[in-house]
């Protein structure tokens, strides 16, 4: 049926996983306590310090937080700010002000992607895939979705993956339905 | 799920059920307005519908042959391919149904197909293609789905529901060109007002017609994903050969974020996508639909087993 859609601010997509999670994890799927944000280098002066900017933007008039920020560039010269926090929805939070800051002080142009880590080993999917070392939901911020990723080795598992943007895709989460513009990501740190 | 005495049993989807009776409701209240609209206007329809009853009739009973000749599919015997004929076999076997002819399409696009008006005058055919690019589960599910449609009669339920769409589309050519040199049991002059209106009013319900068609051909589709299912008792393969028929993985590509990010343009999403807009016009429900019901119904026959 036809119906026009609003189309959501940045904030609304990142965070409507805050509203599938219980789903989720309703279907023994996990999201760990782990995010990154890819970022590609530029020669503005805020890459010259990354780490303390990084820093100062997320501790930003905040005394009580937990949130563990690191960051290391890769073998492909593209710097990986990668963020640990127990408190699930501080976490989303914490990503969207990084990919908001840099998108802001830098250019939107500079986040390449935000990955979050998926823990199956619970879940039904692997009595038909058997076990999955890795399992990551990326998130676009051109396109504002989360779309899955499967790395096996140097290939990908796109059966598992669009098993799990089934799943995803019930429950309001914010997906990219275009299967073309699901780009994997090598080398991912965690 | 086969029961006893080597017959297989399909749970309903009661969803499913609704809509194509809901569907066909629709499809009834709309010709049964069509014909009082006609009956109105004292238009005389019997030598048409005596017309496409005969066209329909004809089609319904030499539909393999008609798809054979147009397809170019050949009937093969069982030596040309044993593998295939052992699976249709015991697939039939166990839908109690006699063994379909096969045929085989010289064709590199991965497709398949059943046709005959009954079990007994069934045909199901596959491509070169399909052969060579699915597992042997995921083509025996595929040729699950296709002895499904013969198993649901789908060939005499859309002979019926063409019946009206060729019907009205027959009308329409009339009224076009009754238009053009006369009116219908009289002449131009005095039929020439009401002419238009009915010619519309036909367009209109052919229009309509047609979605409705559609609509029913993909419930269609649901419903031998379903029976195919049960008959094999394999729905995850047949969602994998789907998604491999239909291209889904391909699609997915290869390459790393970070090389493309550069080169991506940045489009705006349409407040209507033109998925929605096709979706409507077309025979097969979309990929991804069928994929998630049967991957659904995977979990439904799972739990079926499990509880005895």
Not at chain 2, 38 to 57: D, K, R, T
Request: hydrophobic letters at 40%; a positive charge; proline letters at 3%.
């Amino acid at each position: 049926m036809f119906f026009l859609r609003k189309k959501k601010s940045h904030w609304e997509a990142i965070s409507s996983i805050l509203q599938s999670r219980n789903y989720l994890e309703e279907n023994s799927i996990r999201l760990s306590s782990r995010s990154g944000v890819l970022i590609s280098p530029s020669d503005h002066s805020f890459f010259q310090d990354l780490t303390t900017n990084v820093d100062k933007i997320v501790k930003d008039g905040r005394t009580d937080s937990n949130t563990v920020i690191e960051v290391l560039k890769d073998d492909q010269e593209t710097f990986w700010v990668l963020i640990k926090d127990e408190d699930f929805p501080e976490l989303i939070s914490t990503t969207y002000t990084v990919i908001n800051a840099v998108s802001n002080i830098v250019k939107p142009d500079n986040i390449i992607g935000s990955v979050f880590k998926l823990d199956l080993s619970q879940s039904k999917l692997i009595d038909v895939y058997g076990k999955v070392e890795n399992c990551y939901l990326i998130f676009n911020s051109d396109f504002l979705g989360y779309y899955p990723f499967v790395p096996s080795g140097e290939e990908r598992l796109n059966s598992l993956e669009l098993d799990i943007y089934d799943i995803l895709s019930s429950k309001g989460l914010e997906v990219l339905s275009d299967f073309n513009k699901w780009y994997g990501i090598s080398s991912i740190p965690f | 799920m086969v029961g006893e005495n080597n017959t297989f049993k399909v749970s309903r989807d009661k969803g499913l059920v609704t809509r194509m009776y809901f569907t066909w409701f629709l499809l009834g209240l709309l010709y049964a307005f069509f014909g009082l609209i006609l009956n109105a206007f004292g238009i005389q329809i019997s030598f048409i519908v005596v017309i496409v009853l005969g066209m329909g009739i004809f089609q319904y009973y030499m539909s393999d042959k008609m798809i054979l000749w147009s397809t170019k599919a050949k009937v093969i015997s069982r030596d040309k391919d044993p593998q295939l004929f052992e699976i249709v076999d015991r697939l039939a076997k166990r839908a109690n149904i006699p063994s379909p002819k096969i045929a085989v399409m010289e064709s590199s696009v991965p497709n398949a197909f059943a046709t005959g008006r009954n079990p007994k005058n069934s045909l199901v055919a596959v491509t070169t293609g399909i052969r060579e690019r699915l597992s042997s589960s995921e083509l025996e599910a595929v040729l699950a789905h296709e002895l499904g449609h013969v198993i649901n009669g789908d060939m005499k339920v859309l002979a019926i529901a063409n019946f009206f769409v060729t019907f009205t589309s027959f009308l329409m050519q009339m009224f076009f060109w009754n238009m053009l040199f006369g009116g219908i049991g009289g002449n131009r002059r005095q039929n020439g007002g009401y002419i238009i209106v009915i010619y519309f009013i036909t367009m209109l319900v052919y229009f309509i017609g047609q979605l409705l068609v559609l609509a029913l051909t993909r419930y269609r589709e649901y419903g031998a994903d379903r029976t195919g299912s049960y008959l094999c008792g394999k729905p995850n393969d047949l969602a994998s050969a789907l998604e491999k028929i239909s291209g889904t993985i391909s699609r997915i590509p290869s390459q790393d974020l970070r090389k493309v990010k550069t080169a991506s343009a940045f489009m705006i999403i349409p407040a209507l996508s033109g998925d929605d807009v096709a979706k409507l016009f077309s025979t097969h429900p979309p990929v991804q639909d069928r994929v998630r019901k049967l991957r659904k119904l995977r979990q439904e026959m799972n739990n079926i087993s499990s509880n005895g």
